[in-house]
């Protein structure tokens, strides 16, 4: 195996360099050079401020706000520095009990009748930027009367930010929070 | 299930078959020595690395030279993977200040990436420098595929020559594999990702000031690159702690489908390889109708499973419309949940798009499943094509016994040397898996990092060995794997699952290489068509997954049961 040694060891060391430096610079260089926006994480800015990434989900609490999906990450919800999903088998008692909370919550915020499957669960990366147009029509009713905006207008900018399956068939109907959200700010102004 | 969903399915295979053919014959020329359309660039390049290595490209090795060549570059891509990641305290390229990786973990991450494992203890974006993740992980996400691509290689020139003394030069092979196939292609994916979002920078990251109020840090980093030649090498390792499950490694639906194609296509071409090598098309053909006939069958079963939804939160007031929704995403729903998991474990990808250990039980049963048939469906790049073959030969040898003729295999004479070493290769992924499976079942010091009582506890143990002897990387991931019991026992079965196969294999093809290649007489059983598929489907359910059942009819199975009674732990 002695003679093996030099070609491991100047193989290893030459795609070190070629798969581990150059490959990835080469892409830095060339991504940040086409395509800045997305190569930076697709942050929304509201002025010079920036506000979140467009694809990365961020907690909203108050009523005011249409809420996202629950989310899994520690310490608090949807740390974008720490992504985590529950990992909680479908038998788990702490999922039930947790989904039990969640349903209590949406009651107590006015959602009646079956509840939108993504409004009680966690997503897989507990940073899920996106809710179901049935979640997103929940909570309608609740942002309209905390803003004082007529429900029927609201419905309007909620049909609006629906993001429909492409070609008619690819990926799933969505609602992006965030940029909802940011919609609803807009008007005030 | 729904129509649109099984269009979503349907549109991803489509695009697979599409390049099997051509990215197959590229690969074909690729691995014969032949010019391709990138020789002007790449052939200088690769004579000066030759020369500096001390490699004569022309001079081809037997088995046990390709064998050993194959062990020194994994042993010294170890102890380099290794080496960073307990210095990466002290190497450049670290914005967020990570401190060095604790030797269990280190000796666990870097076994994991050289044998093309991608197991994670560890989560990406709170761990790893931007140093490691590319110096070191991609490095090997690149290495360890060609290493794989390599020895599928030295086997298929095995069936394809007569009476000849060797197989190949490994060194060629592995640099050709790399330099060839899979930095082009990892190059053309990594720029369409960052054009589809994934973020490709250098720096940490950034903090958002939330509309509510709060401060977000958004961890960033080079994640195009890495997530380009993950998914081409079916290495599976993410970036981030959730792997494709984050917005940032897979944005939409379009990501989605180039996750998937990426790690599919390279594995289906390479059969297509085979067949061209060896000079019967028909025969690769044959063997990826099998793979897909079974892939599709596991698609099928976990759609099913998962669009049915979890009864227990139906009866709190959940709507079962949307079906199981506790760990995937809303953009991706349950058709491409579904498909990516299957392919994921059909391969030995192991990346996700959702958590698994959040499947219901039957849903679960099924990657874990894929995963303990060997992964040959249609595998990692190259382990998965020799895994098949070694498969094909039980498959003769079988109908030889029926029949009561020489099993032959493409001309050659399959005996019982062949079959010994077949046997020995097949029968260690059970050994590794149910072995240390029943020993952490039983160990208060394993028992303890389960996160889900009841049969998912075991449901999870069962799936870390399974995904580590079968270098899958996926997880059930209520199991707290960083402990130096998991790190020590998962990187032994990463070990077993990689070595105790590959070499066997070798040997296969070192005996198979010495044989006269005869061509098929009338008496020859037939090797390709529809006979020969439901054989091999037959041989792979039987020999490959029946020793697992009864350790799956007390986990996912029982889980299921459970499920649809209301039984919570």
């Known amino acids: 195996m002695l003679n093996q040694l ?62 996202p999906r629950p989310s899994a990450t520690g310490p608090e919800a949807y740390n974008a520095s720490a992504s985590s999903g529950s990992n909680l088998g479908t038998t788990s008692v702490k999922l ?94 | 299930m729904t129509l649109i969903g099984w269009l979503q399915i349907g549109l991803l295979f489509l695009a697979v078959l599409a390049v099997v053919k051509p990215l197959g014959l590229y690969m074909a020329s690729v691995f014969s020595g032949e010019r391709t359309w990138l020789s002007p660039i790449l052939a200088p390049v690769e004579r000066g690395l030759y020369a500096v ?37 002290y190497l450049p390229l670290n914005p967020q200040g990570f401190g060095n990786v604790a030797p269990d973990l280190a000796f666990n991450t870097a076994v994991s990436f050289v044998t093309n494992t ?32 390599a020895l599928a290689m030295a086997l298929t020139r095995a069936f394809a020559r007569s009476q000849a003394a060797t197989i190949g030069n490994f060194w060629v092979d592995m640099t050709r594999a790399t330099l060839y196939v899979l930095l082009p292609l990892a190059f053309i994916v990594a720029l369409a990702f960052v054009a589809m979002g994934l973020p490709q920078t250098l720096s940490a990251g950034v903090t958002a000031q939330t509309l509510d109020g709060a401060q ?55 059969v297509f390889t085979f067949g061209q090598m060896v000079g019967n098309r028909r025969q690769g053909w044959t063997l990826l109708a099998t793979m897909a006939t079974l892939l599709v069958a596991g698609v099928a079963v976990v759609y099913w499973a998962e669009a049915g939804g979890n009864p227990i939160l139906t009866a709190l007031g959940i709507d079962g419309a949307q079906g199981n929704m506790e760990g995937k995403e809303v953009r991706f729903g349950q058709a491409m949940t579904a498909l990516y998991a299957a392919v994921t474990t059909g391969l030995s990808d192991g990346g996700v798009n959702g958590m698994h250990g959040s499947f219901t039980g039957l849903g679960g049963l099924v990657p874990m499943f894929l995963i303990q048939l060997g992964e040959v469906l249609p595998g990692g790049v190259g382990s998965g094509l020799y895994g098949m073959l070694v498969f094909a030969l039980l498959s003769v040898f079988v109908a030889g016994l029926m029949v009561g003729r020489t099993p032959e295999f493409l001309g050659k004479k399959i005996e019982s040397r062949e079959m010994k070493y077949a046997m020995l290769a097949v029968l260690i992924l059970p050994l590794a898996i149910l072995g240390f499976t029943a020993i952490s079942a039983v160990l208060p010091v394993a028992v303890a990092s389960v996160g889900t009582a009841g049969p998912h506890g075991l449901s999870e143990i069962l799936y870390a060995f399974s995904s580590a002897a079968g270098n899958n990387g996926s997880a059930f991931g209520g199991l707290s794997g960083n402990t130096p019991w998991y790190n020590t026992t998962l990187g032994i079965a990463m070990l077993l699952g990689r070595f105790a196969y590959a070499v066997p294999v070798m040997a296969i093809a070192g005996s198979l290489a010495k044989k006269v290649r005869s061509p098929a007489s009338s008496g020859t059983f037939p090797t390709d068509g529809p006979l020969f598929v439901g ?17 799956l009819a007390l ?14 732990y």
Request: proline letters at 5%.
């Open chain 2, 216 to 270: 977000q840090v958004i961890a960033l980093g080079p994640v195009a690159s890495q997530e380009a030649i993950k998914q081409l090498g079916t290495n599976g390792g993410g970036f981030f702690n959730v792997n494709a499950a984050h917005p940032f490694e897979n944005p939409s639906a379009f990501s989605n489908y180039l996750n998937i194609f990426a790690m599919l296509s390279v594995s289906a071409a390479l």
């Open chain 2, 555 to 568: 986990g996912p199975i029982v889980e299921h049961f459970a499920m649809l009674a209301g039984q919570t």
């Open chain 2, 53 to 89: 290595a001390g490699v004569d490209p022309k001079k081809e090795q037997g088995w046990l030279g390709y064998t050993f060549a194959m062990l020194a570059f994994s042993v010294a891509g170890f102890i380099a993977l290794y080496a960073i990641l307990r210095l990466q305290a």
């Open chain 2, 535 to 551: 054989l091999l489907i037959a041989i792979i359910l039987i020999l490959g997954g029946l020793q697992f059942f009864p350790a």
């Open chain 1, 6 to 67: 030099r070609p491991a060891l100047v193989t290893i060391t030459f795609f070190t360099l070629v798969t581990g430096l150059c490959f990835p610079l080469a892409v830095t260089g060339l991504g940040q050079a086409l395509f800045p926006a997305q190569a930076d994480g697709s942050l929304v800015r509201r002025g010079e401020t920036v506000v979140g990434s467009a694809l990365i989900g961020q907690n909203f609490a108050s009523d005011r706000y249409f809420w």
């Open chain 1, 96 to 189: 039930r009990d947790r989904v039990t909370g969640e349903v209590q919550r949406l009651r107590e915020a006015g959602v009646a009748g079956a509840i939108p499957a993504d409004a009680a669960t966690t997503s897989g990366s507990g940073l899920d930027p996106h809710i179901s147009p049935e979640f997103a029509a929940a909570q309608v009713d609740r942002v309209a009367r905390t803003r004082g905006l007529e429900p029927e207008a609201l419905r309007a900018i909620v049909l609006d930010h629906i993001d429909n399956r492409a070609l008619g068939f690819i990926g799933e109907p969505r609602v992006n929070v965030l940029e909802l959200n940011l919609a609803l700010d807009a008007l005030k102004s």
């Open chain 2, 118 to 149: 991608n197991w994670q203890n560890y989560g990406g974006e709170t761990t790893m420098s931007h140093f490691s993740q590319m110096a070191g992980l991609t490095v090997q996400n690149f290495l360890s595929a060609a290493t794989g691509m």
